[in-house]
């Protein structure tokens, strides 16, 4: 009589395969592996090196036993005590091992620690516990290839953005159903202000992938300056193409982002390509990010330049640069001051962040501000800290509470 039922076996077999991406060798290896565990519990003896093959498209069913070879300076003899305490020689066990001249009689060329396998009587019975241990085995495996199977898909998207629905809200952090996994979009990676509903549709930076104990972590972001980036690839071919390259990026996300370009083409005007035509590319990144408001710069190689264009949309008059402090006085009309610095420093400040330069604001009447860069942020690499760490659970960042849902969010949440 068949172990198994080999049809159902195999339609499992390919619905493992196209909706979990396991492959069926991985699977089949998995029911051998049980297999042999089943079969030494149940008739093996104590340390016996079990092996099983199985074939899902006969049923054969074949068991083995393995035993390594050796010679007396691996092992020492049962009643052999060890000669030193750096004898670290293990006991010889006929279950376990074979000696080199005796595998010799049965495969001429047999090498030291190469195994050796000898055919067992197949079974097909087998106990309860038996039974069980068989199962936990085979379901240790399967996971074992899923989360391998999600590693190697996601893993090699890290960077990109991927789309996914809301699944459910935890203390403020987002869960995402990506279709063959979830992700975690974190508080402190979300836009401030934005709100979500579960099923609704969420695009977001694949920021990381991690292994750990408790399965497969993969982050996600919205606040990344990446995110921006890559939205305007999707946009502009010309990006895309990289006809133009992006200099820098840095983001008050919800509120405010400065972008600095630059074309490798003469020919193509790299503030108009991102802008697009009576402004319909930035309109749709701006659109996708909840109304931030996006400046697209020109970067350029000269310092003094690189900051007029930073400091936009205010018209700068005059432009002094002392490269010994890194500091540019900027001297602007008076009309223009306010424009220049924005509301609450924030244009000046951005424009600080993304030149390197610590940036002094002078009207023409003689009142002044003052804008410094963070130190040591690299403008491609900024980001928010991240508080994850393997095995940890993401929480809202200290001190601050979880955000307002919505009634209709809380309304799904209890469902």
């Known amino acids: 009589m068949a172990l198994f039922d080999l049809k159902t076996l195999n339609a499992a077999l390919d619905e493992l395969q196209a909706e979990k991406g396991i492959s069926r060798a991985s699977v089949v290896e998995a029911i051998a592996t049980a297999l042999a565990a089943a079969y030494r519990r149940e008739y093996g003896k104590r ?7 199985f074939n899902p498209e006969t049923g054969d069913l074949e068991f083995r036993q393995a035993k390594i070879v050796v010679d007396n300076t691996l092992v ?3 009643d052999e005590e060890p000669t030193s305490d ?10 376990q091992h074979i000696m080199i001249e005796d595998a010799r009689r049965i495969k001429k060329d047999a090498a030291l620690d190469e195994e050796i396998s000898f055919p067992l009587e197949s079974q097909e019975e087998f106990g309860r516990i038996a039974a069980q241990a068989a199962k936990q085995v085979v379901m240790q495996k399967i996971r074992e290839a899923e989360r391998a199977s999600i590693i190697n898909e996601y893993g090699e998207r890290e960077g990109e953005i991927v789309t996914g629905h809301v699944q459910r809200f935890e203390r403020g952090n987002l869960y995402i159903d990506l279709g ?3 992700a975690v979009l974190p508080y402190d990676e979300q836009i401030p202000g934005e709100r979500y509903r579960q099923g609704e549709r969420v695009r977001a930076l694949l920021l990381r992938v991690d292994e750990g104990v408790r399965g497969t972590f993969i982050r996600l972001s919205r606040s990344h300056p990446k995110f921006l980036t890559k939205l305007f690839e999707t946009e502009v071919p010309e990006l895309a193409n990289q006809i133009l390259e992006v200099k820098g990026v840095v983001r008050e996300p919800g509120s405010r982002a400065k972008i600095a370009v630059h074309s490798k083409d003469e020919h193509v005007d790299p503030v108009g390509a991102l802008v697009g035509q009576r402004g319909v590319r930035v309109a749709v990144v701006t659109s996708e990010l909840g109304g931030e408001k996006i400046d697209v710069v020109e970067w350029s190689e000269k310092a003094g330049d690189f900051v007029k264009e930073a400091l936009k949309p205010a018209q700068v008059m005059d432009i002094e640069l002392n490269e010994d402090e890194n500091r540019a006085t900027v001297t602007v009309a008076e009309d223009q001051q306010s424009l220049a610095i924005g509301r609450g420093g924030q244009n000046v400040r951005l424009a600080a962040r993304l030149t390197g330069w610590k940036i002094d604001i002078r009207s023409a009447g003689g009142e002044k501000s003052v804008e410094e860069p963070k130190p040591d942020v690299p403008v491609e690499a900024e980001t928010t800290e991240e508080k994850a760490t393997e095995g940890e659970e993401l929480t809202n960042p200290e001190g601050q509470e979880d955000r307002d849902i919505p009634s209709a969010k809380v309304e799904d949440e209890q469902k």
């Open 47 to 53: 340390g016996q090196i079990i092996r099983a093959t």
């Open 76 to 78: 020492r003899q049962e």
């Open 86 to 95: 750096e004898d670290h020689r293990s006991r010889f066990n006929p279950e």
């Open 180 to 182: 063959r996994a979830t």
